[in-house]
């Protein structure tokens, strides 16, 4: 399967008060957006009601219709009918149905009830969500921090291209479902990805980046697609559009990026970015626009899970420093930051423990933390009832919040 850049007319939307067609390049059809009706409010005034509208989104059909053959949705009414009546999409459809509803009625239903149950009473909601060392895991992000207006998501992994799926080459379909499956193995099993598996996994011409786990997981948890761009961020620390994501990964930057617009359940407009660069010392002393993008974000929350204890190193610093300046919640398992840096902060914590500190899995037995464990056993954790980052067995898994005092 190939992979070329999209115009813009079919990955970019927007809020606009009308609506254009966009074109479909694999069939040449038009396709018109969907449009979120315009809604009114009442607003009051002393002497009267001012009705106040608010622009209506623009939902990217076409967009849309491409995340279903992504995440093997099938959509009888879509531009690629002849994707969806091809065996391979039927077969991975069937199959990716069955494994998604176990893992939602299982897995993502435990992740949201913990968020209702516990973390809704300890955590203020900021507009921005903070995941470093994420990988493509829009999936806890979402699930733990609905509310949030952007997620700032920063991974080694590519970002990748949107697929083409054109009529004349349907018969490799099967060998895009198959790494589409592979990509999914570790998250979907042990909730978090591997690092060097994934690295294997997203360097092939069929699934080349984050950017199709990104599509199958935000849509198949009910998001729409308003729009998607490739981005780079400039010396001043400002977001840069790039023409296509061929583009972008010829360009000579430190920093790859995608930027997706999307609507979600309750019809609230949301921002994605993902951002592939190296987010050790050495990385950003040499990217200090992307240093200054992060500093400009303001107050966030940050949510830190599977992050192999690189935050426990020295060369590590910068991005370290930038949570805990930024924080008002810091979200993690022990793979985060070391407890002794909470500690050592001049800004003062207050911590609330899950589940249970054992000593980490074998191949990072060297970051066992003493303090961490002494104020788990002196302090008390409440359970957890599932199993979440390299402990992902239930009764092994540690899951803490830090918030920051006034």
């Known amino acids: 399967m190939r992979f070329k850049k999209l115009s813009a007319c079919v990955i ?3 809020f606009i008060l009308g609506c254009s067609p966009s074109v479909s390049e694999q069939t040449g059809e038009l396709k018109k957006d969907t449009i979120v009706p315009k809604i009114v409010v009442e607003k009051e005034r002393k002497d009267s009601l001012e009705s106040v509208t608010v622009p209506v989104i623009v939902i990217n059909d076409t967009l849309n219709a491409l995340a279903n053959i992504m995440s093997g949705i099938t959509d009888t009414s879509s531009i690629y009918k002849y994707v969806q009546n091809t065996p391979d999409f039927k077969s991975f459809s069937k199959n990716f149905d069955k494994r998604w509803r176990t893992y939602d009625s299982t897995r993502l239903m435990n992740l949201r009830k913990f968020k209702e149950d516990e973390i809704s009473k300890i955590v203020t909601n900021q507009s921005t969500l903070f995941y470093p060392f994420s990988g493509p895991d829009i999936l806890h992000a979402q699930a733990f921090f609905p509310d949030v207006d952007k997620y700032v998501m920063i991974g ?3 970002v990748g291209s949107l697929p083409e799926f054109k009529k004349e080459e349907i018969d490799s379909l099967d060998t895009y479902f198959s790494k589409v499956n592979t990509s999914l193995n570790a998250i979907l099993k042990f909730s978090f990805f591997r690092t060097q598996s994934m690295k294997n996994d997203l ?3 069929e699934v080349d980046g984050t950017l199709h786990l990104l599509f199958l997981f935000l849509k198949r948890t ?4 308003t729009s998607v761009m490739p981005v780079t961020v400039d010396s001043s620390g400002t977001i840069q559009y790039v023409g296509s994501f061929s583009d972008l990964k010829k360009l ?3 920093t790859r990026g995608v930027e997706i617009k999307f609507v979600d359940a309750t019809k609230h407009l949301k921002t994605l970015y993902y951002f592939s660069l190296n987010a050790a010392d050495g990385g950003l002393k040499s990217n200090k626009g992307f240093v200054t993008y992060l500093k400009n974000m303001g107050t966030v929350n940050t949510y830190l899970k599977g992050a192999s204890y690189l ?5 590590f610093s910068i991005i370290r420093n930038v949570i805990l300046d930024q924080s008002q919640h810091v979200v993690q398992d022990d793979s985060g930051i070391a407890f002794h840096y909470f500690l050592d902060d001049d800004k003062k914590w207050n ?4 589940g249970q500190y054992l000593k ?6 060297q970051f066992f933390q003493k303090d961490l464990d002494s104020l788990y056993k002196k302090q008390g954790a409440k359970p957890i009832g599932f199993g979440i980052g390299y402990n992902f067995k239930d009764k092994n898994s540690n899951f803490m919040i830090a918030s920051k005092q006034p």
């Open 12 to 14: 970019a939307g927007c």
């Open 203 to 205: 360097k092939n011409e």
């Open 252 to 254: 000579k930057t430190n």
């Open 360 to 365: 980490p899995i074998p191949m990072f037995s």
């Open 156 to 158: 080694l992994e590519p």
């Open 311 to 315: 935050m426990h190193k020295n060369y």
């Open 222 to 225: 009910g998001n729409l697609f």
């Open 351 to 354: 911590y609330s423990f899950f």
